[in-house]
């Protein structure tokens, strides 16, 4: 993953966040579990990218 392509697809979920919580009317308890997920998917992907998580598929919990 380049720094450029980090970078712009950070301004772009950014910018898209922004828009939905100016633009569209909706509840604010709804705004902010869909900024919570935004934010919680957003923290997993630049893991993923930086290679700091391994394949999720292949984590197995207990035996």
Do not use: C, E, H
């Not at 970078?7 to 900024?35: A, E, H």
């Not at 997920?37 to 207990?62: C, E, H, P, S």
């Amino acid at each position: 993953m380049s720094l450029v392509n980090l970078v712009v697809t950070l301004v772009l979920v950014g910018v898209g966040l922004w828009v939905i919580n100016t633009y569209v009317p909706m509840d604010r308890k709804i705004r902010q579990i869909l900024n919570v997920v935004v934010v919680i998917f957003v923290i997993i992907w630049l893991l993923y990218g930086f290679g700091l998580t391994g394949n999720m598929g292949a984590m197995r919990v207990g035996g």
